[in-house]
């Protein structure tokens, strides 16, 4: 994946908040909306945008992936094409992995040449939120406050497919007040993998359970990352197994959606803080 | 057609196909010029030398430095001495001492570049054992509870600690192999600092490739036979020797 | 609960997740292995070295077939005998026939992985000749009639006292814990073996093409005593594990070393070029080499050539948090870990035979970064899930969700509505059983059998963006 250089500074980007984000957890999608205005960036949000196809993908079923990529490529790539917008950008490495590295892929297994060469024209502009703030924008410090100790999980397509570890934790590190302790075994999947989870969900749950319970030794109130598919995943072992730690996603914590402090779930949280998951409640 | 043949020709045939993700129809072998050098020791042969020491011992070995041949000699004879002392306090009895554990299992010892040595060590009392052929079952027998083994090398590397051992003539491969002990001499003629610069002087020789198909066995050894089957726990000598001593003299002043 | 390899794979998984012995060793142990490797790849220019030796390897398969003529003249020209194997029954067949030839009743053998691969101990014994294992690890498991679990430390699933039950049991060893003495005992025992045995077998780590050189790589030394002690010598070797020269072979040896245990150099690399000659002491009368197939050229061909790079070191297993919660015996193979969840299904006459291993995955990538010639194992398994769907061994249930899905998501106002229904539902339910969904039904009752679900939001994010535009009056 070869990233394109900026001449200068991107002013429009179009919003790719996957359908994750939009159906289950809109907080994080309208966090990192807001993160990216607050720095002068103008967000489009292509309403035609649905699903990007990686479940279809990791399960095996590449025309099922193809016919969903080639609709992301239609409603993302004229866009950039025409000039309208600078970027794409997604609060998600997972997303932006299957955009921006696995597209190509299955457009050269298909020898679709064409949309092939568009995947990766489009693979160049299209960034993970992190990644876009920190490598392109240069933003170190989000002006974010939040008390507590967090622990940061890097999710293993941001962390191993785009290479992005750095950036999060550079973001993590400007939030005034917040301490950022050690996650053992970070680096180690949460176990969730997709269709692994149902497919295989003793071992997948077995993973988690270790994940838990590092993040319990690690003594954050929360652990951050930046995908909320294994937020998902960790959230919903640590509440099944009743450890108090919750996941959060990182845009949630730089547009300062947790009110001041983060505190485990047991004890009720401000009501203002829960707004940004319930917004419309 | 054979099952030679079918397969030479399978592996054809796909290698053909047009599409295939892997390899790359086109690849070029790694060439000497680019190839790396793994491991890394500066300075001179005592430099080198001591780094030998320093990597033998991290690997369960052991190892003296000498300056000249006599010394040598004389710690060849001490150390096979303090082993047989070790090896009768072991067995806690009084009467502990046994013929065999004065046959030391060897290579011509003209070999180990140390004159006068089988004598001293005849005079001393040890009986140098040297079969001639280890499948004849007497000579085999004979072998099979020796517990000591000397050695020289073909070369050593100092950045690992590693030594090879040949296996032809009168070089019996059991002598660093079979024996609970294994004394190795190194003159520092032989030292390299890396594997990767014997094998380059070796090569540029124009010797290696002949070398190593009329060797019929060369073994690298870096340290004592070890294993860490029992959930993690080090263990030494488990088939090889469980002592490697290793005796490195400067044979380059004279 | 001990891991039956024979049972269904469901079955062979949940044995192993309800093993808390298991999940201690291996984890312990595969923890150790991965820090040492990381410290020993740190230690020199350990990206660098991996790039060499991929670069190495592709080029021996680009060039296979001349590299093996190359290897068998040289091997042929040292001395050896050289043999070609199609498959499993050719190969237990021509080791089988050595065997009897020279009347070996008794056969030693270092751990081999493509002797696993063709069952040649049960051959040999089912032809009358006992046959010992003599890696320590491998004589445990032989003494406990399992096979190896991990693909350099086979006895991995087994703690330190129930190693000691089996010493106890089968060998009359005295109650001891003590590593020491079990090792002596082992050594013992073993060492009557080698000086009895008339033929050993070993596998092969790599073969220098250019000399015509097997070589053998162990700590403990049974790799030097099976290739030197008995009258005959055999070595199994799969037809990818080749070198073109010295020089490569020393290089690829020192990846393998640090990347399997951390170590610079195992304590023993065995190199034979040829059978012993007039006036030479010890060493093997005759040295054989079988050459065996077994499914690579059927794997180079399917596409999964890549896979062909491996050479054996086991770093994939010790990085892969799958094969830390199950160990090795629940890949139901001769290979596990991510690596055996490749070649198991790429090696098979079909696929469809382990099409579980696939799935076995999370496809986190911890293993690609471990291996030290980047095999893309994720994009492997992936490329298996897809050849396992165009094969039809896929459930049918699931054809039909995915199908379903995405025509579903290929439509925004089928996209939305489902978006709606979801929430709504979802919301529902989740009132009912107190805030998150605690069950769903089937095929989602495998998330909810051990994770909470947070329910559907009441609003997406496209909602609160129209409405946002709406009031900034954009539209």
Redesign the interface.
């Known amino acids: 994946m070869h990233k394109a250089s900026f001449q200068q500074r991107p002013k429009r980007v179009a919003l790719f ?1 996957t ?1 994750m ?7 994080v ?2 966090a990192a ?1 807001e993160l990216l205005e607050k720095n002068d960036i103008e967000v489009v ?1 292509p ?2 945008q ?2 990007c ?1 990686q ?8 025309n ?2 193809r ?2 990529a080639r ?1 992301f490529l239609a409603v993302f790539a004229p866009l950039v094409e025409s000039g309208e917008v600078d970027a794409v950008v997604a609060p998600s490495g997972s997303c932006a992995t299957m955009t921006s590295h696995f597209f190509e ?1 299955i457009f050269n297994e298909s020898r679709e040449t064409d949309l092939a060469h568009q995947a990766e024209r489009l693979a160049s502009v299209t960034f993970e939120l992190t990644e876009f703030l920190v490598d392109v924008l240069g933003i170190v410090d989000t002006g974010a406050q939040l008390q507590g100790k967090a622990a940061y999980h890097p999710c ?2 941001l962390y ?2 785009l290479g992005v570890d750095r950036q999060p934790r550079t973001l993590l590190d400007g939030v005034e007040g917040l301490e950022v302790v050690d996650l053992p075994h970070a ?3 949460c ?20 994940k838990a319970s590092n993040a319990e030794q690690s003594g954050a109130d929360a652990i951050v990352l930046c995908d909320v598919s294994c937020m ?2 960790i ?3 640590l ?2 197994e009743g450890i108090a730690c919750h996941a959060h996603h990182i845009a949630e914590i730089l547009n300062n959606h947790l009110g001041s402090t983060l505190r485990p779930p047991s004890q009720p949280a401000p009501a203002q803080a829960d707004h940004p ?5 | 057609m ?3 043949d ?3 020709s ?6 053909q ?1 047009p599409h ?11 060439t ?1 010029t ?3 050098t ?2 890394h020791v500066d300075g001179d042969i005592w430099a080198q030398a001591h780094r030998f020491a320093q ?1 033998l011992h991290a ?1 369960k070995g052991s190892c003296e430095l000498l300056e000249t041949v006599t010394e040598a000699r004389l710690s060849v004879v001490s150390r096979l001495q303090l082993w047989l002392e070790e090896e009768q306090a072991a067995r806690k009895t009084a009467d502990a001492e046994r013929p065999e554990d004065w046959d030391v299992l060897c290579w011509p010892l003209d070999q180990l570049q140390i004159e006068g040595l089988p004598l001293i060590l005849e005079e001393v009392g040890f009986k140098l054992i040297q ?5 004849d079952p007497e000579q ?1 027998e004979r072998i ?1 509870y020796v517990r000591a083994g000397i050695t020289t090398v073909e070369a050593a590397f100092a ?2 600690g ?1 030594f090879v051992v040949g ?8 002598a660093s ?2 024996p609970f002990r294994h004394l190795v001499v190194i003159p520092f003629s032989r030292l390299y600092a890396t ?2 610069d014997w ?1 380059a002087q070796m ?1 540029h020789a124009g010797k ?2 002949a070398y ?22 080090l ?7 469980k002592v490697v001593h290793a005796i490195l003299f400067d044979d380059l002043q004279q | 609960m001990q891991v039956d390899i024979h049972a269904p794979y469901k079955d062979r ?2 044995q192993a ?1 309800s093993d808390p012995n298991l ?1 201690v ?1 291996v984890s ?2 595969t923890d ?1 292995m991965t820090n040492a490797r990381l410290a020993s790849m740190g230690a ?2 350990g990206q ?2 991996r790039t ?1 030796v991929r ?2 390897k ?2 021996v ?2 060039n ?2 001349d590299y ?2 190359q290897l ?1 003249t ?1 091997l042929t ?2 001395g050896c005998t050289v043999h ?3 498959g499993i029954a ?1 190969a237990q067949a021509i080791v089988k026939d050595i065997a009897l030839q020279n009347s070996a009743n008794l056969v030693v053998k270092a751990k081999s992985m493509a002797t696993e691969e063709i069952h040649l101990n049960h051959a040999l014994e089912q032809a009358g000749l006992r046959v010992v294992e ?4 491998e004589y ?1 498991i032989q003494l406990a009639d399992e096979p190896p679990s991990h693909i350099v ?3 991995i699933h ?3 006292e129930e ?1 000691a039950e089996v010493f106890q049991e089968k060998l009359d060893m005295p109650p001891t814990r003590e ?2 003495k ?3 005992l ?2 013992a025992r ?2 009557e073996e ?2 009895a045995a008339g033929m050993g077998v070993s596998g092969c780590n790599f073969a ?1 093409a ?4 097997i070589c053998i790589v162990t ?4 790799g ?2 099976v ?3 008995p ?1 005959v010598y055999v070595a199994v070797m799969g ?1 990818e594990k080749l070198v ?1 020269t ?3 072979a ?2 690829q ?2 990846a393998l070393c640090r990347s399997a ?1 951390g ?15 007039q ?5 093997p ?1 005759q040295v054989h080499v079988v ?1 065996l ?1 077994n499914g690579r ?2 794997m ?2 399917r ?4 896979a062909l790079l491996c050479i054996r070191c086991g770093a994939c297993l010790n990085a892969c ?2 094969y ?3 160990g090795g015996h629940a890949y139901g193979g001769t290979y596990n870990g991510p690596i055996g969840a490749v070649i198991s299904p790429a090696l098979a006459p079909e696929i469809a035979q382990f099409k579980e291993l ?9 293993c ?2 471990a291996c030290p010639v980047k095999i893309d194992l994720p ?1 492997l398994l ?1 490329d ?6 165009q094969e039809g061994a ?1 459930p049918k249930t ?2 039909w969700g ?2 379903s ?2 025509s579903l ?4 106002r089928m ?1 939305e509505n489902l ?1 709606k229904m ?2 709504i539902g979802s919301n529902l339910y989740a009132g009912m059983s107190g805030g ?1 969904i605690k069950f769903m039904p089937p ?2 009752n ?2 909810t ?6 329910p ?11 409405q946002r535009s709406k009031m900034r009056g954009q539209k």
């Open positions: 908040v359908c984000v939009d159906m289950l957890y809109p907080g999608g309208i909306c949000f309403e035609e649905t699903c196809g479940p279809a993908f990791n399960a095996g079923y590449l099922e992936a016919k969903l609709r892929v293993c397509h191993r497919e680096d180690d999947c176990g969730f993998g997709g269709l692994f989870a149902i497919k295989n969900s003793g071992i997948s749950a077995a993973m988690g359970r270790a998902t995943h959230n919903g072992i509440s099944r998951r319930r917004w419309g409640d | 054979t099952v030679r079918t397969i030479l399978r592996l054809r045939e796909a290698l196909q295939l993700p892997f390899p790359p129809a086109h690849s070029e072998p790694l000497h680019e190839r790396m793994v491991t990597e690997v079969p001639t052929d280890l499948h085999r099979r950045s690992t590693s296996g032809r003539g009168p070089n019996a491969r059991a192999l079979t594997g990767e094998l090569r290696l490739d190593l198909r009329h060797s019929r066995n060369l073994s690298i050894i870096t340290g004592a036979s070890k294993s860490a089957d029992l959930e993690g726990n263990t030494t000598g488990v088939h090889g020797p | 998984v949940n997740l999940r060793a312990k142990a150790r020199v220019e660098l070295l060499q670069k190495m592709e080029h398969l680009s296979w077939p093996l003529e068998e040289n020209r040292n070609w194997a199609g050719d003599t890696d320590l690890g445990i430390a086979p006895v087994k703690r330190l190693i590593p020491t079990m090792t002596s082992a050594r073993l060492r080698f000086f220098i250019e000399t015509g050189t700590n403990e030394g049974n030097r005593m290739s030197s002690m009258r037809i073109p010295v020089e490569d020393f290089l040896l020192q245990t170590q610079q150099l195992t304590v023993y690399c065995s190199m034979t070029s040829g059978p012993r000659q006036g030479d002491v010890d060493g009368e050459l197939d050229s059927r180079l061909a596409g999964y050539g890549e948090p799958v830390q919660e199950i696939p799935h076995a995955t999370s496809l986190c990538g911890a690609r970064e994009r992936l298996l899930r897809s050849d396992l769907v896929s699931e054809a995915i199908k899905y995405a998501m290929n439509s925004r996209y978006g979801a929430s998150n095929p989602l495998g998330w059998a051990y994770r909470d679900f947070a559907f939001a009441p609003k997406s994010f496209r909602e609160w963006w129209r």
